[in-house]
């Protein structure tokens, strides 16, 4: 007779899938939201240029920019906050939102430093684009990702390119000598759904992306255009006090990594 205690169970009449549907589902994550450290925050829904800064390039450069104002916060609920600094910090896990007043023009950025999923990338457009804040042009600054490149991206050389929105393309160009993203190479994630909400919208929107995603000649190239083209005469720390920053802020993966010579 066989003992019903230690025999192997008969396989379950059930596909895992269908197990899964017993269990319960995973509450949904609430919607991330702005945080602005002012009681009247319709000053800064309307501002001239919205830079939206997500490549380390770029942080790195408003991070030294002492004309800033700290006027709020994008909170992503899933994102924790622990063990980040009570000064802001390249090394933080953050989303913060400035204020730069710039030949009497108010200049919005907002730094990403905290990665955001691409089932996050909607919501997070469409408070940073048109509905908390209305501009009237967007710079999104990204890095370019070796997946979504089509050719190969040398290690040891600096590029750059742009995206620009339907209504940016035929104003007057607000990125400047660069080169359109070469066909069959696409951005995605946060950066396509800024472009997106900016051509609903029907803002000027400009995605510049640069090539490695750390390293010293691509950050000082990217510090050089943005003071000539955009920001001319902006207070920026010194080269010297910048060197510093580049161990230990966090970015750990090596660019050449993500070259096709490692593919």
């Known amino acids: 007779m066989e003992d019903i205690l230690t025999e192997i169970p008969p396989p379950s009449r059930f596909f895992l899938e269908d197990l899964n549907n017993f269990a319960p589902r995973s509450p949904p994550l609430p919607s991330p939201f702005l945080m602005f450290a002012t009681p ?53 896990k953050s989303c913060n939102i400035y204020a730069l007043h710039h030949a009497d023009k108010l200049v919005l950025v907002a730094s990403v430093q905290c990665p955001i999923n691409a089932e996050r990338s909607h919501a997070v457009a469409k408070l940073l684009v048109g509905q908390k804040i209305k501009p009237d042009r967007v710079l999104v600054l990204d890095t370019i990702q070796s997946r ?33 993203f070469p066909s069959g190479s696409v951005v995605d994630g946060l950066a396509a759904a800024l472009l997106g909400r900016c051509e609903i919208d029907k803002i000027r929107g400009t995605v510049w992306v640069s090539w490695p995603e750390t390293g010293g000649p691509v950050t000082l190239a990217v510090k050089s255009h943005l003071l000539k083209n955009y920001l001319p005469g902006m207070d920026h720390t010194s080269a010297d006090k910048e060197k510093s920053d580049f161990s230990g802020t966090g970015r750990t993966r090596d660019y050449l990594l993500d070259s096709d010579m490692y593919t």
Not at 161 to 167: G, P, V
């Open 40 to 92: 009247n925050p319709e000053k800064y829904s309307h501002p001239s240029l919205l830079i939206i800064a997500m490549s380390f390039p770029s942080t790195h450069f408003f991070h030294h920019v002492s004309s800033k104002t700290l006027v709020g916060t994008l909170i992503l609920p899933e994102t924790l906050l622990s063990g980040n600094s009570i000064v802001p910090s390249l090394k933080d």
């Open 148 to 180: 979504n490149f089509r050719g190969k991206l040398p290690p040891d050389e600096t590029l750059m390119f742009k995206l620009e929105s339907s209504l940016e393309r035929k104003d007057s160009e607000l990125v400047k000598g660069l080169d359109y």
